[in-house]
């Protein structure tokens, strides 16, 4: 569906994404109609969507509640997120036209400039990185001409993103990640498809260790881990 089809759908979706409403919150319909300024019908219609993605769980009593992952889910996402993406790189390294290595470097670059920037708040930072980091990815998803895989993506992408993934990136970190980002750029222009997979499975990989390593040393988030 065109993202922009439904704009109180992909608001709630980006608040839960970036953290906003973190896991474990219980999500009251009067409270997002104030916070999204709408009434309560499209807000019941954007929680069935997000639900259905999996982002969150709706319970007889309880009501629609942020979900909440274990650990063992975070790997297996990150699992499946690389063969997945890993595959679409590869094929996009086949597929991929001059327009497309044109959005990508533009993507790249703006990730690149992040550490030249201000912002006014550590929420604007992770948007800027969560919007960036999607372009790119998103962009690659595209080139490999798969429509399923641009359906089926989100669901597995989104889930670590809920954890606010960009939050933990140290300075280095992120410099890592532009790395990979270059390579998979690189990989692509050269149209070296083996290489574009490994590189983007690596990539996954990594901000799955840098993921996991903050939840370890964060005892709030520990705690919303089973």
């Known amino acids: 569906m065109d993202s922009g089809s439904d704009p109180i759908y992909q608001r709630l979706r980006r608040l839960i ?15 997002l109609a104030r916070d999204l300024g709408v009434s309560r019908t ?8 997000v639900a259905i993605e999996g982002l969150v769980q709706i319970t007889p009593n309880r009501g629609a509640v942020v979900r909440t992952f274990s650990r063992e889910d975070l790997i297996d996402t990150f699992d ?30 703006a990730l690149e400039s992040f550490e030249t920037r201000r912002f006014s708040e550590r929420n604007e930072e992770v948007h800027y990185l969560v919007e960036h980091n999607h372009q790119f990815h998103a962009a690659i998803i595209a080139a490999s001409a798969n429509r399923r895989l641009q359906a089926i993506l989100p669901m597995v992408v989104d889930v670590p993103m809920q954890y606010r993934s960009f939050f933990w990136y140290t300075r280095s970190e992120r410099a890592i990640s532009n790395f990979f980002h270059r390579g998979i750029l690189h990989a692509l222009r050269q149209r070296d498809a083996d290489r574009a997979r490994a590189l983007m499975q690596e990539h996954i990989y990594h901000g799955r260790d840098v993921l996991l390593e903050s939840l370890r040393n964060d005892s709030k988030l520990e705690q919303d881990l089973p």
């Open 17 to 31: 994404i970036e953290g906003y409403y973190p896991p474990g919150t219980r999500l009251v319909e009067d409270r």
């Open 80 to 109: 499946l997120r690389a063969v997945i993406e890993g595959h679409a790189a590869y094929r996009a390294a086949l597929r991929i036209t001059s327009s497309d290595l044109e959005q990508l470097e533009q993507t790249a670059v």
């Open 42 to 49: 499209p807000i019941r219609e954007a929680l069935t969507r």
